[in-house]
């Protein structure tokens, strides 16, 4: 059992089982090794349960890691879906990681929404893996996406924008796809000929049977929809990145318990830059 003193909620949650978390421990089961009462961690809850919004919460041992003092509960909760999200997509597209400093061979990444809970850490992630990424966002954040590492950066309202094109005309070998209301048309002609593939990390159904039909024709461009599957070895490679100061959680805002539905109105508004935290010891 968990006592959660930062949960998490996220723009990119669609229901209200809130499954990010960092606390300490306060009791385990029969069986668990390597947490023991009064270890600070970060977790994520089964998503079909959820239950972060608590003083209490109880998490599964393999979605369990400890948090370094260098890491904040705040910074610790921003990651296991967010973070996870990003990471996997951004392994989708070939991207490598090592904590050593090598990366993979440079490819060029478009990340739509990239000021958005999952944007924020893709771009980091992507310029750790030594990728070249062209993002999208609002105006206002521009600066702080450029900022995290982005080699270019288009306001999502401007023409230039909506049409997605790298400025500096390189086609895409991948897209992490933040967003909605883009249609695969739109970015067909954007990938690159050698097989470049759109990580749809929102998919609907028409997302999944366009993934079924390029995989029966053997296109070389690909919508894939992306099914996160989470992982105690990728949280552990996510905080350890935080811990060395490689990785940042970009908080928009923090509330109380008690101010949880304040909160969650904020996440649905669908506007916020980075995470929002719901602290239990505010």
């Known amino acids: 059992m968990l006592n959660s003193s930062n949960n998490l909620l996220t723009a990119s949650l669609f229901s209200p089982a809130v499954t990010d978390v960092a606390g300490v421990v306060v009791g385990v089961g029969l069986g668990v090794e390597g947490l023991i009462v009064g270890d600070q961690v970060v977790a994520m809850l089964k998503s079909l349960n959820g239950g972060g919004l608590a003083e209490y919460a109880v998490a599964s041992a393999n ?102 094109l790298s400025p500096s005309g390189a086609k895409y070998d991948g897209v992490v796809h933040c967003t909605v209301g883009v249609s695969w048309s739109s970015f067909r002609p954007l990938l690159s000929d050698a097989g470049g593939r759109v990580i749809d990390i929102t998919p609907n159904l028409w997302a999944i049977l366009r993934y079924i039909l390029h995989g029966v024709t053997f296109s070389k461009k690909r919508l894939v929809p992306l099914l996160v599957s989470p992982n105690k070895a990728d949280l552990e490679f996510l905080v350890a990145l935080l811990r060395d100061g490689k990785l940042k959680t970009v908080i928009d805002s923090r509330f109380p318990l008690g101010d949880a539905g304040k909160a969650w109105q904020t996440s649905i508004e669908g506007h916020a830059t980075g995470k929002i935290v719901v602290d239990t010891q505010s």
């Not at 990651?79 to 951004?90: E, F, K, N, S, Y």
């Open 63 to 164: 979605l369990t890691v400890r948090r370094p003092p260098e890491v904040c509960a705040a910074e610790g909760a921003g990651l296991p879906i967010a973070a996870g999200t990003a990471l996997q997509a951004l392994r989708s597209i070939g991207a490598k990681f090592h904590l050593d400093g090598a990366g993979s061979k440079p490819l060029n990444v478009l990340i739509t929404a990239a000021s958005g809970g999952v944007g924020l850490y893709a771009v980091q992630l992507a310029k750790l893996a030594n990728l070249h990424v062209t993002a999208t966002c609002g105006a206002r954040n521009m600066d702080l996406v450029k900022g995290l590492g982005a080699d270019e950066v288009m306001d999502y309202r401007t023409p230039e924008g909506a049409s997605l």
